[in-house]
């Protein structure tokens, strides 16, 4: 019996083991990043890396935008030596001036098409800014923007995935079972400082993510990271 124990505990040691073994540490940044901090961040075990391509843009920009910031954290992120890339797009929703979630996309795949840039996963960030006010107009039309932003991703044949909260989901579509298509990659947000992917809270359908936010606005390496575990 003690033997068999043994050897069932050391057989999990290494399941565990091997999950660990596949799991990866990534950072995501919103502001401009430097070839040190990344390079800091990449040498602490965080081997990939998003970053902000897009903003809900309200004040002079109030139609959403591209990052000023995007192309600058990118190429420095590449200096520092990192090739997984991923992008994220906070998206702007609500505001009678935002542009169509069609434009929107355009704009951003338009822009890392035109600088060769070459990105992994597109995220677009499904959260609310009480700050920009969106997400505003109620649960029925957030639901059609959403499927619109949907059609428009699908329509560029680019990998794309959602970014959200169980808490996040429910606000804005009004029901957390509400489904958009969770056949797509998950990044969910955990801010539990745990960066295990086992403490999931299902919501939209997907019964798993690809991507644990489990840290925001951490500050090290002479900036400010959000900290995530993926599959
Ligand atoms: C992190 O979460 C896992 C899975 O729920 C748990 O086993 C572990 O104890 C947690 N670690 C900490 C430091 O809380």
């Known amino acids: 019996m003690k033997f068999l124990l043994t050897v069932l505990s050391t057989f999990i040691m290494v399941i565990s083991m091997t999950n660990q073994a596949f799991a990866t540490l990534s950072v995501d940044v919103s502001s401009l990043t430097s070839v040190a901090a990344f390079s800091c961040a990449k040498n602490l075990g965080y081997s990939t890396a998003a970053i902000r391509g897009y903003f809900e843009a309200y004040g002079n920009n109030p139609g ?5 910031n995007f192309l600058k ?7 520092a030596g990192y090739t997984d890339i991923d992008v994220y797009m906070f998206p702007c929703t609500g505001r009678s001036t935002c542009k169509t979630p069609q434009q929107q996309v355009n704009e951003l795949v338009n822009l890392i098409n035109t600088n060769k840039v070459i990105v992994r996963t597109a995220w677009l960030d499904v959260e609310v800014d009480k700050t920009s006010g969106n ?3 109620g649960p029925a039309k957030n639901q059609e923007i959403l499927k619109e932003f949907f059609a428009a991703w699908k329509s560029t044949g680019w990998k794309f995935g959602i970014y959200s909260s169980q808490s996040q989901w429910e606000a804005i579509t009004g029901d957390k079972n509400w489904v958009l298509d969770s056949s797509l990659p998950l990044w969910y947000a955990i801010y539990d400082k745990n960066s295990s992917l086992n403490n999931y809270r299902a919501f939209g359908g997907w019964t798993q993510g690809t991507c644990k936010q489990y840290d925001g606005d951490a ?3 002479g900036a400010s990271f959000d900290k995530n575990i993926c599959k």
Do not use: P, T, V
């Open 64 to 68: 959403g935008a591209i990052d000023s």
């Open 219 to 221: 500050k090290f390496c």
């Open 135 to 137: 997400w505003n107009l």
């Open 73 to 79: 954290s990118y190429e420095n992120a590449k200096q």
